[in-house]
């Protein structure tokens, strides 16, 4: 498994991570070696009784008392190795929508079966997340429906979106890169296809591009505005028309009665 686990690290608490899991593979190993030696000494057959050299003695202490120390030192170092994982790193940029010493907050919402990310400035996108290098990411996960899986081994590892809560996850990505994913929980038919795409760019390209995106956005809603507001202008005259018409027959009806 420590082999395995997030071999192309993008955020420097995956990168703390990947060393605690070599820690606890070299822990691991160490600790299977010195069972499986007591044990086959523990079994050995023996014709008759030996007394035990001294000098043996003595590198048999010295054997156990470096494991001892070994294994000591691992573990110290797994945890702080540990402690480190769970930091919130520091950004190195600052870019719109984020207060200074502060994450930049993106809340990311699972539905069945895609991701909605809404960003600081009223912008959102789906599917692709789009995040500036070099900048602390507070990515808030929550959901509308059922439970979601989060998971992009690289910066974050797996995380859950739960309907009702919020759960918050930290990473900062140093180089401009793309993280590809997908849901790591059951979420019903179509969660195989609920893919997750992270689009890490330079800061200054990221708040353009973000600012782009609200400007598309914005500009979609004004032109359904602006037809909707033609289609009731439409419907109005053709209303007035209509009661116009009626009022023009009825007229014509009465003085035609009048005349008879």
């Known amino acids: ?20 899991h070599w820690i606890l593979f070299v822990l691991i190993v160490i600790a299977i070696v010195a069972i499986n030696l007591a044990i086959l000494r523990a079994v050995r057959p023996r014709t008759r009784h030996v007394e035990p050299k001294r000098g043996r003695r003595v590198s048999q202490t010295k054997l156990v008392a470096g ?4 294994a000591i030192a691992l573990f110290v170092v797994a945890t702080v190795f540990s402690d480190k994982s769970r930091e919130i790193p520091v950004s190195a940029e600052t870019v719109a929508g984020q207060t200074e010493g502060q994450p930049l907050v993106i809340k990311a919402s699972g539905q069945q079966w895609l991701w909605r990310f809404n960003y600081p400035n009223g912008a959102f996108s ?21 439970v979601h899986g989060w998971n992009v081994p690289e910066l974050t590892g797996q995380a859950e979106a739960i309907p009702g809560r919020t759960h918050p996850v930290y990473f900062r990505a140093d180089e401009p890169a793309v993280y590809n994913s997908r849901s790591s929980v059951l979420s019903g038919q179509g969660y195989d296809t609920m893919e997750i795409e992270v689009e890490v760019v330079e800061p ?4 353009s591009r973000i600012e782009a995106l609200r ?6 809603q004004d032109k359904v505005e602006s037809e909707f507001q033609a289609s009731r202008e439409k419907s109005d005259e053709a209303k007035n028309q209509a009661e116009k018409t009626k009022t023009q027959i009825n007229q014509n009806d009465i003085e035609s009665a009048e005349s008879e």
């Open 215 to 220: 400007e598309d956005i914005q500009a979609a």
């Open 126 to 146: 789906y599917r692709r997340l789009i995040v500036p290098a070099g900048v602390t990411v507070r990515l808030d996960l929550t959901s509308t429906d059922v």
């Open 67 to 70: 494991l001892g120390v070994v």
């Open 204 to 207: 200054d390209e990221y708040e």
């Open 1 to 20: 498994m420590a082999l395995s686990l997030n071999p192309d690290a993008g955020s420097p608490g995956i990168e703390d991570a990947n060393t605690l």
